[in-house]
């Protein structure tokens, strides 16, 4: 038996812990905040998918789509008030999402998706090799060394023109990286679209190929593939003596002015990098500012103007949310952001590919956004 699966008890006792809600955590919910109504909370969303999978409620389309709109951010749900782990909702959704892909619902969305990716040699986005030649003349690599960059499609894609940046970085450290490099379609997108056993074929490929190559060490550039490759990996049943380090915890410093710190939904809520973009952003001398939300603190002071957190609000889905309404995406986005842009900031510095590509989508402008690669030291 799969072990990401409601047949398994471990499992069945996430969702049920999941339809029990917590009215403080749910008013940061980004899906309940722009529809304002009971069905985009969390908890009301999962117990909607137990009881259609227990046969207590009819399925529907309604109800399908509910279960495809949340953009699995991490925000607003019980685990925030409680500290416990915070994947216990993101779980509960993948598989009612396979659960409603199986009764038929969204088939063609999943097919086009699956359709896509086997048609443009294994990526969801265009990943030309020109490009990943331009990738290589910046990186420090080394032919037979064992450490590897894992570098993911949206930052080959969304991040392309921060390479040099990345380049830079990682030669003033020292590192040097495989010459395979990828770009890798990491299988997260298949998993967050409810397809679950494509999902956990393509991360256990990947791991395959790594291991085959001798790698002892893959260098993360996004928040969503170091979680994926550590916290995830149990809950797919697979496991590897790979160890995964974030680019984060290789940097000393940010080189940063009056700017806001957005570290991104996987970073701050999943990979639990607030802390160490805390230490990356913080000035020797700090005064907090009184007069902002409780859980959304402030400060003045040489460098960052906000304090990293697991309630900052989410600018959108990071990974490619295929089967939520585009509109709907949009609405999450417009708030957050008016939400952010209170505190005033220089320059909004975006730890998330995803994020930093829905930005510069919207026309907002590069001279007020920076990649976080141009600002590691």
């Known amino acids: 038996m799969r072990k990401l699966s409601f047949e398994t008890p471990d499992i069945m006792d996430i969702l049920n812990h999941q339809v029990i809600h917590m009215d403080q955590a749910v008013t940061y919910c980004p899906e309940y905040l722009v ?51 915070p994947e216990g909702y993101l779980l509960s959704v993948i598989l009612g ?31 030309s090799k020109e490009e990943e030649e331009e990738w290589k003349k910046v990186l420090p690599l080394s032919k037979n060394i064992r450490t590897g960059l894992l570098l993911d499609e949206a930052t080959f894609v969304y991040a392309a023109k921060e390479k040099e940046k990345l380049g830079a970085f990682l030669q003033k450290k020292n590192i040097c990286v495989s010459e395979e490099i990828g770009p890798y379609f990491t299988g997260f997108d298949y998993l967050a679209a409810g397809l679950v056993e494509e999902g956990i074929k393509v991360v256990k490929d990947l791991i395959a190929e790594w291991e085959k190559q001798g790698f002892h060490q893959m260098i ?21 003596d790979i160890e995964f380090i974030s680019i984060l915890d290789l ?25 160490k973009l805390n230490q990356l952003s913080k000035a020797e001398k700090e005064t907090p500012i009184l007069n ?45 952001l008016a939400e952010i842009k209170k505190t005033h900031f220089k320059k909004l510095v975006v730890c998330d590919p995803y994020a930093y590509h829905m930005l510069l989508k919207n026309g907002y402008g590069k001279e007020n956004v920076a990649y976080y690669f141009s600002v590691m030291n």
């Open 97 to 127: 999402r396979e659960m409603f892909l199986k009764k038929g619902y969204h088939t063609q969305d999943a097919e086009a998706l699956k359709e896509k990716v086997e048609k443009n040699d294994g990526h969801y986005l265009n990943c």
């Open 220 to 240: 993360t550039l996004t928040g969503q593939s170091q979680y994926l490759f550590t916290e995830m990996l149990s809950y797919l049943d697979l496991q590897t």
């Open 251 to 275: 940097a000393d410093d940010f080189r940063i002015q009056n700017d806001y710190v957005y570290g991104g939904s996987f970073y701050t809520r999943y990979a639990k990098k607030a802390v």
């Open 35 to 85: 529809t304002g109504k009971m069905r985009n909370y969390p908890s009301r969303t999962a117990q909607i998918i137990r009881a259609v999978y227990l046969g207590e409620l009819e399925d529907s389309k309604e109800n399908a789509d509910l279960a495809f709109a949340p953009i699995l951010s991490g925000q607003g749900e019980r685990w925030q008030n409680f500290g416990e782990k």
């Open 292 to 336: 902002c939300p409780e859980f959304l603190p402030q400060v003045e002071g040489e460098k960052r103007k906000n304090v990293v957190g697991i309630w900052t609000p989410p600018l959108c889905a990071e990974y490619e949310a295929v089967m939520t309404e585009p509109e709907f995406q949009k609405a999450i986005y417009e708030r957050s």
